[in-house]
Structures are given as structure tokens and as C-alpha cells.
């Protein structure tokens, strides 16, 4: 089993940043990819941000790109997703996924995706 653990959600003002984390624990496999998903009240779960398991390879939504960026942290114990620009849009429960890393790389479906966090809340709003 993988547990994972995000931090870091708060109420921030439209332009400002967060830097959301996820600490990684259990029977951790460095050939996991890791991604950030969010989901907004009435909407389905969405894709933000992946990359693979050697985290060279980053994947990003496109009404993310340019503002947000993910990282992993030292140890492949954490992945940060840094988010910066923040739009109202953005407002939603951030989840943290685990999952194999298919062919090298990192899948932008839910389904493809073993473990999950319980989700952070992030509210831009003035």
C-alpha cells in the first residue's frame, strides 16, 4: 500500500501563488508517475499536472501550462505542484495520485491511477 498526504491549500487573492505538497509514504516504488488532479463542486475530476517516474517528463492541462509547475521533492518522498498566476477558476480540492508509470511516462486518466489522497482545498477568490 502508498499513502499519500497533501498540505498546503488555503484561500489566496486572483494572481497570487500557492505551493501545494504531497509526502509519499508505505511501500513506495520510484517507478511510480505522479500527478495532481482537481475537482470542482458540480464538475468531474480533472487533470493538472504529471510526470514520470524519473521525473524528467512533465505533463501539464492546458489551461494550467505556464503557471503551474510539478516537482519531486528530495528522496522521491514528496511531489510539490507550485501554482502561480492563480485565476478564481482555479478554485477546487487538489488530489495527489500514484500510479504505474506506462511506457516511460505519466497518464492524464483517473483510471490510471492505484492511490490517492484525500485532497487539499484551494480557493482564489477576492
Known amino acids: 500500500q502508498v499513502q499519500l498526504v497533501e498540505s498546503g491549500g488555503g484561500l489566496v487573492q486572483p494572481g497570487g501563488s500557492l505551493r501545494l505538497s504531497c509526502a509519499v509514504s508505505?511501500?513506495?516504488?520510484?517507478?511510480?508517475?505522479m500527478a495532481w488532479f482537481r475537482q470542482a463542486p458540480g464538475k468531474f475530476r480533472e487533470f493538472v499536472a504529471a510526470?514520470?517516474?524519473?521525473?524528467?517528463?512533465?505533463y501539464y492541462a492546458d489551461a494550467v501550462r505556464g503557471r503551474f509547475s510539478i516537482s519531486r521533492g528530495n528522496g522521491e518522498n514528496t511531489v510539490q505542484l507550485q501554482m502561480n498566476s492563480l485565476k478564481p477558476e482555479d478554485t477546487a480540492l487538489y488530489y495527489c495520485?500514484?500510479?504505474?508509470?506506462?511506457?516511460?511516462?505519466?497518464?492524464?486518466?483517473?483510471?490510471?491511477?492505484?492511490?490517492w489522497g484525500q485532497g487539499t482545498q484551494v480557493t482564489v477568490s477576492s
Open positions: 495520485a500514484a500510479g504505474p508509470s506506462r511506457f516511460g511516462g505519466a497518464s492524464r486518466l483517473t483510471s490510471d491511477y492505484d492511490y
Open positions: 510526470l514520470n517516474w524519473s521525473g524528467r517528463n512533465k
Open positions: 508505505g511501500r513506495t516504488n520510484s517507478a511510480y508517475a
